[in-house]
């Protein structure tokens, strides 16, 4: 599967973005789907994941209540609604996919990545 993530851009502190991740190839609906960000000089983290089946999700505790993977999006294209954004946010966000349904917090247990989007959070 190929991925295509999108949507980044420069947004005030307590602002909103959503992050949108295309798939080509196959659908989401036979992956499970998680979204990482790297900030300059830092490792890659999970920020959040959806399962397979559509079922579960997963945040990172930095996100929990401002970010959101609608459960409810077409099976080509997954989507990070960020709310209440703060200037710690900014960093490179990535999508992956991996076979399976669970999700993981590991960035290793995910084969397909898609490029970056970036964001930038301005206090």
């Known amino acids: 599967v190929q991925l295509q993530a999108s949507g980044g851009g420069l947004v005030q502190a307590g602002g909103s973005l959503r992050l949108s991740c295309a798939a080509s190839g196959r659908t989401f609906g036979t992956y499970a789907m998680g979204w990482f960000r790297q900030a300059p000089g830092k490792e890659r983290e999970f920020v959040a994941g959806i399962s397979k089946d559509g079922r579960s999700t997963s945040y990172a505790a930095s996100v929990k209540g401002r970010f959101t993977i609608p459960r409810d999006s077409a099976e080509l294209t997954k989507y990070l609604q960020m709310n209440s954004l703060k200037p710690e946010d900014s960093a490179l966000y990535y999508c992956?996919?991996?076979?399976?349904?669970?999700?993981?917090?590991?960035?290793?247990?995910?084969?397909?990545w898609g490029q970056g989007t970036q964001v930038t959070v301005s206090s």
């Open positions: 992956a996919a991996r076979d399976g349904n669970a999700i993981f917090q590991s960035p290793s247990r995910y084969p397909y």
